[in-house]
């Protein structure tokens, strides 16, 4: 019966079974960082050390002496560090962490002989080696980056500590030490020097091993993390590039998002047949593609499962920004994943526009209020551009650019006038002053990628902000108009991000819940020009194509949020480095963290 209540015994056979071997990785995860924080709190109060928690808080070594304090916050700060990897299936955490509990037992029971930390050892590390299979990422990106915030971030962490560990002995403590000495007498311990403060007993020895311990961690884990070799974030390869233009000549009509994968920032798997491909980039741990699948439809489903081993391999969280709804089917049919509705993308049909109609009122006297002042327009082919003019056009978008960092990752190239994009179309407007400034007549700019052989796709909007408001209408309105004659019988605009929400949040009889989620989405555009995008893209009447976000578990929702702002370059989480642990440039390469055939095979086997 589907009702039937559960027996005892099968109850009493789950527990001693112990949980799913997928969910193991994420059970011993939780479980380090608690015993790391317990085992911390063990080190640094002496109270602590003797209460009813402390078995739970002995997994590694927690002896009353100088060198159980100091063993306790080494193991304690070493099990938060691992909990994380342990979480992601890391293969080099497993491997610290089987190291780490035995070495901590026996550190315990030499130093303390304590059994019960021995077995609670022991008992952690049983399901480590039983599930060591489950334990098989591969390293992610990383640069050197890394250890200059790992410095940062374990310096902090180690003065907070060691501020603690000197306070919590007042009554051993010798005199009344000030906040300046209590702090002095950290950084000199950090380094392995006796500070001002003095304690009675062997406490002196307990405050300075339990400094010296935070001093040596968090010089080893940066030192480690500044030389160890480097697994370099992905970049396309020329071979690459050639098989995704050859994809792209036969294919490219289906998505207008198509030729961004050309971005050489980003990495591709390719379907066994070669037919069709997927271009990604990893930002914070997740495995992020955008737009749908290049190439033949039917071929597809094959670079997708290899996708999804890759993401597999290394304990990516994979991710698809702005698929379309077509990918949305084929993406949620492979692999199992959910869709959501992101936004719609504003595509223009040449043959219907016009600047005819009441409706396009606006735009039309905001264009010609703009000639009338002088301004004139050029629309053109990459290729039919001099150099000389090309290298003006660049400097310039790249001094019009309202940041500090390129933005964009899903509907952004990231180059103007290379060699290799003589398709691409680039409108400019010009205007005729008595004193040109450093550009020479040139006010603004509009840059387009090819959308197969009969499409141009936006791609950035650049104007010299002394210019006359309105550059962004008049060259969207030239290009739409010199079009015909290029080719081109759609546009692709920008996307909107939650158009439906805006549109359907401010017409009349719309709920409460759906006014709320409107003024949000209002209130939020101050940062992320959300309603100012939808109302500029209605500007040109266009027909709207839905775009969807493709993820694994509401859970993540977050997580890819941040990622894709990361790789938008709303938000920036990277240090700056100094100049000795920078990368240096290098040609294009395979980065080292791709599958290899047999990989692949393995991780699909298992």
């Given at each position: ?246 994809l792209l000549e036969k294919h490219g009509r ?41 190439g033949d439809v039917e071929a597809w489903p ?305």
């Amino acid at each position: 019966m589907s009702g039937e209540v559960p027996s005892r015994s099968s109850v009493a056979q789950r527990v001693f079974r112990g949980p799913r071997p997928e969910a193991v990785p994420a059970v011993i995860g939780r479980a380090c960082a608690l015993v790391g924080v317990l085992d911390i709190a063990a080190g640094v109060f002496p109270r602590f050390r003797h209460s009813r928690m402390h078995a739970l808080a002995e997994v590694l070594p927690g002896a009353l002496g100088p060198f159980a304090a100091a063993l306790a916050l080494s193991t304690g700060v070493l099990l938060l560090l691992l909990a994380h990897g342990l979480k992601r299936r890391k293969r080099r955490a497993w491997r610290a962490a089987v190291v780490l509990l035995p070495a901590g037992a026996m550190s315990q029971f030499v130093y303390r002989h304590s059994v019960i930390g021995v077995l609670i050892s022991v008992a952690l590390l049983l399901p480590l080696l039983r599930h060591r299979d489950e334990f098989s990422a591969l390293p992610d990106p990383r640069s050197r980056w890394r250890a200059l915030a790992n410095f940062v971030l374990m310096a902090a962490g180690s003065l907070v500590l060691g501020l603690l560990i000197v306070s919590v002995h007042p009554n051993r403590t010798i005199g009344d030490p000030s906040v300046a000495d209590r702090l002095t007498h950290v950084i000199y311990g950090l380094f392995g020097f006796e500070g001002p403060m003095n304690y009675e007993g062997n406490t002196s020895w307990t405050v300075a091993f339990s400094l010296g311990a935070l001093g040596w961690l968090t010089a080893v884990t940066t030192i480690y993390l500044a030389f160890r070799p480097e697994h370099p974030a992905a970049r396309l390869t020329e071979e690459d590039e050639v098989r995704l233009r050859a994809l792209l000549e036969k294919h490219g009509r289906r998505d207008s998002l198509g030729h961004f994968a050309l971005r050489r920032d980003k990495a591709v798997v390719f379907s066994p047949s070669g037919k069709a491909a997927v271009t990604y980039r990893v930002v914070s741990g997740v495995m992020l593609a955008s737009g749908d699948p290049i190439g033949d439809v039917e071929a597809w489903p094959g670079a997708i499962e290899r996708f999804m081993d890759e993401a597999k391999a290394h304990s990516w969280t994979p991710a698809v920004m702005g698929c379309s709804e077509t990918g949305g089917e084929v993406w949620t049919r492979e692999t199992g994943l959910d869709a959501l509705e992101l936004g719609d993308e504003a595509v223009v049909d040449v043959a219907d526009f016009s600047l005819a109609g009441r409706a396009m009122r606006n735009v039309r006297q905001m264009v010609k209020r703009i000639e009338r002042a002088g301004y004139e327009t050029r629309v053109r082919r990459i290729r039919d551009v001099g150099e000389a003019e090309l290298e003006r056009i660049r400097q310039a978008a790249e001094d019009w650019r309202g940041t500090d960092t390129e933005r964009g990752f899903s509907m952004a190239l990231g180059r103007i006038g290379d060699p290799s994009d003589g398709d691409c179309l680039i409108a400019t407007a010009h205007k005729a002053d008595e004193q040109p400034g450093p550009y020479g007549d040139l006010k603004a700019i509009l840059h387009f990628v090819p959308w197969g052989t009969d499409g141009a796709s936006l791609d950035l909007m650049r104007r010299d902000r002394s210019a006359d408001p309105g550059m962004n209408e008049l060259l969207i309105v030239a290009a739409l108009q010199a079009a015909p004659k290029l080719g081109v019988s759609r546009v692709s605009l920008n996307f909107a991000m939650f158009r439906s929400a805006l549109a359907r949040g401010e017409k009349i009889g719309a709920g409460p819940v759906l006014r709320a989620w409107r003024g949000l989405l209002v209130f939020l555009s101050r940062w992320f020009q959300i309603e100012s995008l939808y109302k500029f893209n209605a500007k040109f009447q266009p027909r709207w194509e839905p775009r969807f976000v493709v993820y694994r578990a509401s859970g993540d929702l977050p997580r890819i949020g941040l990622a894709a702002m990361q790789a938008e370059g709303f938000v920036n989480l990277a240090l700056p480095l100094p100049r000795f642990l920078r990368r240096r440039s290098a040609a294009a390469r395979p980065c080292s963290h791709r599958l290899a055939e047999h990989d692949v095979r393995d991780v699909r086997a298992a």
